[in-house]
């Protein structure tokens, strides 16, 4: 071997060396911010790059809650790609549509019922993580089972749709048959944001990110540490703590994070089964997407 050649490779050697030791520290990190927590987290982080991978109970079946309005999306879009709706059609949503006692913006401004565009009631269901909205757009496609087959058609065999959100909130058992991994979660988001095989049309595409960023719940989660006008397209889904037993069953944040470079990071937080308060539950998810950004941006060199 050339000694040109004998310093390249010891060189390559030396930087993925050193990688593999900055992804191991973030991961400590990671496990830091989990230690004596009285919670079950799962995460998955996914940089540009294949090494930029970290999971940590990423392969554990964890409880969606409105994370599973992501995927729903999804499939609207695609379905709208498909010239079976129209993004500009108007659907009638009567007060029977408007389930009580479920989060629902679109309830509280219409209580006897209204018209919506799909693209108004996708606005209200990202954005606000609209109950009502969700279960509107289930209707249409024919149900849960459709969303679940799309996926499973596409390769993702890690997540399961099974029930709405007016079954899921009447129920608190219920909401675990709505669960993914965080891994799978990650891979959903990298595939279509990366939308190398043209899944979406750009007109969808475009709206589906341009919304996912305008997403207004969970402020204080994955976007609760990072700096100001970070762009973070994400979905949130919540349990709520159960009166009984104490127990939040599912406190989540899902997105991709906008790098200064240009670059990103996918990012999925599930924490479940917690004991912790609300605040110490969105705190885990924060710090971690900050020690994510801090790894990825060089700002804390671990």
């Known amino acids: 071997m050339g000694k040109l050649l004998q310093i390249a490779f010891f060189s390559l050697l030396f930087t993925i060396t050193a990688h593999a030791q900055s992804i191991e520290g973030l991961r400590k990190n990671i496990q830091q911010i989990m230690q004596n927590k009285d919670a079950v987290v799962g995460v998955a982080i996914n940089g540009i790059n294949h090494s930029d991978t970290l999971g940590v109970n990423a392969d554990r079946r964890l409880p969606m809650q409105s994370v599973f309005k992501f995927p729903l999306a999804i499939v609207m879009l695609t379905e709208i790609d498909k010239g079976n709706f129209k993004l500009d059609q108007k659907i009638e949503i009567t007060k029977r549509d408007l389930t009580p006692e479920i989060w629902s913006p679109i309830r509280e401004k219409y209580p006897t019922g209204t018209t919506l565009t799909i693209k108004e009631i996708l606005e209200y269901t990202i954005t606000l993580s609209d109950n009502v909205g969700c279960d509107v757009l289930l209707k249409l496609l024919g149900g849960p089972q459709v969303v679940e087959s799309y996926f499973a058609k596409k390769g993702f065999k890690d997540i399961s749709i099974k029930i709405n959100e007016k079954t899921m909130q009447s129920n608190w058992d219920k909401q675990f048959l709505n669960w993914s991994t965080p891994k799978e979660m990650n891979r959903i988001l990298q595939t ?111």
């Open 192 to 302: 279509y944001y990366v939308n190398k095989n043209n899944l979406l049309s750009m007109p969808m595409y475009d709206f589906l990110w341009t919304t996912m960023k305008s997403t207004n719940t969970g402020l204080k989660q994955l976007k609760g540490q990072l700096p100001d006008q970070t762009v973070v397209a994400h979905k949130t889904g919540s349990s709520g703590t159960n009166k009984k037993t104490g127990i939040t069953a599912a406190l989540n944040d899902v997105g991709v994070v906008l790098l200064p470079s240009g670059e990103y990071f996918v990012i999925s937080v599930f924490v479940t089964h917690s004991k912790e308060n609300q605040e110490t539950n969105e705190r885990i998810i924060s710090d971690i997407a900050k020690a994510a950004w801090d790894f990825f941006t060089g700002a804390n060199q671990l």
